[in-house]
T-cell receptor, first 112, second 110 residues
Framework: EPEVTQTPSHQVTQMGQEVILRCVPI?????FYWYRQILGQKVEFLVS????????KSEIFDDQFSVERPDGSNFTLKIRSTKLEDSAMYFC??????????FGPGTRLTVT | QKEVEQNSGPLSVPEGAIASLNCTYS??????FFWYRQYSGKSPELIMS????GDKEDGRFTAQLNKASQYVSLLIRDSQPSDSATYLC??????????FGAGTTVTVRA
């Protein structure tokens, strides 16, 4: 069964450093998302991406964040200058014709 | 502000019993409703989707939707220890992003 994959599973970085989180969505899906979940809190929407552009973004998704689909398979989230409060699980999700979103296993980002 | 509210639990049920989970949402324009299961330290796993008023059954799971009351529920029949997890209610309006509730933690006692 097709699934969303994410790398790395765990990323430790120092405050102020740039990180890139990578995702491979399900191959025939056209909508892609990033969500995050701070430990003990709700899953929060960050950004949606369709037709090679951002279709919607939340207040969290400020100028420090960017997304890209550099080729036909990968979907990346970049955080330019990480802050302590960026520490969270970051989930990539993709959606196909059934309007159901499937989540990847997540990347645990720890900012020290 | 789109709010999705769930009883945080924990909900403790004996093995074989029915677990009943509730969710309310504030945005009357919401179109699609989902239940995800999340094991500790893992990602949300889609278990049910429902779009129309009424009941939808899938194996031991039944989702119920009442748009007039802005209420969606999930019943887990014949609960098993492997059902012990946090269940997330997610709602989508006319856009495509999901708004999640905080989740209800279910513990099934053997």
């Amino acid at each position: 069964e097709p699934e969303v994959t994410q790398t790395p599973s765990h990323q430790v970085t120092q405050m102020g450093q740039e990180v890139i989180l990578r995702c491979v969505p399900i191959s025939n899906h056209l909508y892609f998302y990033w969500y995050r979940q701070i430990l003990g809190q709700k899953v929060e929407f960050l950004v949606s991406f369709y037709n090679n552009e951002i279709s919607e973004k939340s207040e969290i998704f400020d100028d420090q964040f960017s997304v890209e689909r550099p080729d036909g398979s990968n979907f990346t989230l970049k955080i330019r200058s990480t802050k302590l409060e960026d520490s969270a699980m970051y989930f990539c999700a993709s959606m196909g014709s059934k309007n159901e979103q499937y989540f990847g296993p997540g990347t645990r980002l720890t900012v020290t | 502000q789109k709010e999705v509210e769930q009883n945080s639990g924990p909900l403790s049920v004996p093995e074989g019993a029915i677990a009943s989970l509730n969710c309310t949402y504030s945005d009357r324009g919401s179109q699609s409703f989902f239940w995800y299961r999340q094991y500790s330290g893992k990602s949300p796993e889609l278990i049910m989707s429902i779009y129309s008023n009424g009941d939808k059954e899938d194996g031991r799971f039944t989702a119920q939707l009442n748009k007039a009351s802005q209420y969606v529920s999930l019943l887990i029949r014949d609960s098993q220890p492997s059902d012990s997890a946090t269940y997330l209610c997610a709602v989508r309006a006319n856009d495509y992003k999901l708004s999640f509730g905080a989740g209800t933690t279910v513990t099934v006692r053997a």
